[in-house]
């Protein structure tokens, strides 16, 4: 399954984000047992952690989050990329890389930095939501597959300089961020009295959104 957290943080910073998001790790640690890392940017006021639960390649090298080869991208994945094998074979045909391990996000990441997003994403097949950090471009990219298998939420935190985006796979763990907003949203009720659903891209508050399927963001 594994499980991603995350947090851009306002220009007037007065948050220990490192300890935050590790918190915020741990309210999805079920969604990822085998390995927790964390990745930290001061000077882009990044960071995200992963939770990792190991299906392709069970060494350390499939550890998350994952720069790619020239360390340009940093992603926090969760999911699968059916033919990744296939990508692997068509990147070791077109370029020299030096693979780290054998996992499906290796592949996925690499194929960004040399193919670009919008290639990769249209090469690959699979189930994923992932969170993209672009060092170069200072971007962030919030991504969910065609048919919304896996989850990604997004919201905003706190207000004016202080004011943060947060994200990742669970509410439980945006909970955790300091000043999060828990007002409820009446149209979430009234969409699950109707539809015994909440649909996208609702959630049950206010202040946070789900990707919807398909869907790319970015910041």
Known sequence: ????????????????????????????????????????????????????????????????????????????????????????????????????????TEVFINGIEFWGLEKILDLSKGMFAFALLDKKTKKLFLVRDRFGEKPMYWGFAGTGSTRALIFGSDISALIEFPSFNKEINPNSIDAFMKFCCIPSDLTIYKSIKKIKPGEMAEF
């Open 1 to 104: 399954m594994c499980g991603i957290v995350g947090v851009v943080t306002g220009l007037n910073n007065q948050y220990r984000t490192e300890d935050i998001v590790n918190k915020m790790a741990k309210k999805i640690l079920h969604r990822g047992p085998d390995h927790s890392g964390i990745y930290s940017n001061k000077e882009l006021s990044f960071c995200c952690a992963h939770q990792r639960l190991s299906i392709l390649d069970l060494s350390k090298n499939g550890n998350q989050p994952m720069k790619s080869f020239h360390k340009r991208y940093v992603i926090s994945f969760n999911g699968e990329i059916y033919n990744f094998e296939q990508l692997r074979k068509q990147l070791n045909s077109e370029t020299n890389i030096k693979w780290e391990g054998k996992s499906d």
